[in-house]
């Protein structure tokens, strides 16, 4: 088990630049999910996906994000156009279908973003 | 929606003495509830966690009793550490499994001085 993955650690763009961020899930975990959190919050729900279906999208992804994870190993999450306000550390965890059963989940450090 | 309401900090301990963060929250039906730390310069970690009305979790000294009825589920451990410093979340996930999102909540910072 080598945990989740993510790259980058940390990020520095200009605003209006597109971003894209990559995690690496636990091998057998069929469950990806990414989450926006800023200073003194907790996270925040954005998608997850199961296997290669993204079944669940937060109102908080505008349409300037987009998350994809083509063969249900790897994702990725793109910015298009950054604005200030999307400076935050993104979280990526995955878990295994409980299947009745939640199953915790597992996150990586997370990448942290900062709009210039 | 679901919500989770955590007390506020930052809290402030002795080595040793007794700890409690109260956390409440907000669902339909049954949710599966869990305490997440994060320590310093590192990811959320699972805690422990409680599936269903009075389970009891329990980790590294830490323990959260599932009470549907205050639809409460606070952390306690009787003798803290040093090393307990870091920041603590409680968070829900929803009954129906297919539902894959966990709310969280603002998360406690606790700093434990020797």
């Known amino acids: 088990d080598t945990g989740v993955s993510q790259n980058p650690r940390h990020k520095i763009t200009k605003r209006g630049q597109n971003v894209t961020f990559r995690c690496d899930p636990i091998?057998?975990?069929?469950?990806l999910y990414w989450y926006r959190q800023t200073l003194g919050q907790g996270p925040e729900f954005l998608t997850y996906?199961?296997?290669?279906?993204?079944?669940?999208k937060s109102r908080l992804l505008s349409d300037r994000f987009s998350a994809e994870r083509p063969k249900g190993s790897f994702s990725t999450l793109e910015i298009q156009r950054t604005e200030q306000g999307d400076s935050a550390m993104y979280l990526c965890a995955s878990s295994l279908d409980g299947t009745g059963n939640v199953q915790p989940q597992h996150f990586g450090d997370g990448t942290r973003l900062s709009i210039l | 929606g679901d919500s989770v309401t955590q007390m506020e900090g930052p809290v402030t301990l002795s080595e040793e003495a007794f700890l409690t963060i109260n956390c409440t929250y907000t669902?339909?039906?049954?949710?599966?509830l869990f305490w997440y730390v994060q320590y310093p310069g590192e990811g959320l970690q699972l805690l422990l966690k409680a599936t269903k009305a009075d389970d009891k979790g329990s980790n590294k000294g830490f323990e959260a009793t599932y009470r549907k009825e205050t639809t409460s589920f606070h952390l306690e451990k009787g003798s803290v550490q040093v090393s307990d410093s870091a920041v603590y979340f409680c968070a829900l996930s929803p009954y129906n499994t297919n539902a894959g999102k966990s709310t969280f909540g603002d998360g406690t910072t606790l700093t434990v001085k020797p």
């Open positions: 996906f199961q296997n290669e279906a993204q079944l669940e």
């Open positions: 091998s057998e975990h069929n469950r």
């Open positions: 669902a339909t039906g049954y949710p599966s």
